[in-house]
């Protein structure tokens, strides 16, 4: 095989990598496979049958895409776990709000950090969920957010909220 050619097939697979990258902020990709599909038909038909949530009594194993999916503001797509407390200021959050109105809406967290998801590894992705935030708040739960795309690396939005009355409120 020729350097050329195989230069060729290189940048062609590049540049089909990078089509792939735009989409909307929950999942990357506006298209979406047949099983992530049937399993939202799932989530949407248990919880139109009226299961409850399960309780969480350690926020830090609760797995990604067990709880309630919901749509909230500006078409963001996201995940409410657990159940809230009477008192929870959680209750007043909605998917897809900015981590500044959050913390304008309930204070500051007792704990916070930040991760990289695998989405920071595919070449020619620009869009949001490329880093994530955590803040946890005390007796509260903790609050998942996903990071701007490339060029908007500082702020995020609101796309997991978990839960825990008995959250310790510092991360593990």
Known sequence: MSKSKLLWIILVSALMVGCESTGTP??????KSADENDHAKTET?????????????????VVEGEGQHV????????EISGVPAANSKFKRLKIGMSMKQVTDLIGE????????????????YF?????????VYKNQGRLIFAGGGLGDLTS???IWIIHNAREPGYRE
């Not at 929950?26 to 298209?31: C, D, I, Q, R, V």
């Open 26 to 31: 929950w999942s990357g990709s506006s298209a």
């Open 71 to 78: 749509k909230g503001i500006n078409d963001w797509e996201g």
């Open 45 to 61: 038909t248990a919880q139109a049958k009226g299961s409850k949530p399960q309780v969480v009594t350690d926020s830090s194993k």
């Open 127 to 135: 869009g949001s969920d490329r880093n994530r935030f955590e803040y």
């Open 109 to 124: 967290p007792s704990d916070q950090g930040a991760y990289i998801t695998g989405k920071a590894w595919i070449p020619f």
């Open 156 to 158: 995020g939005h609101l």
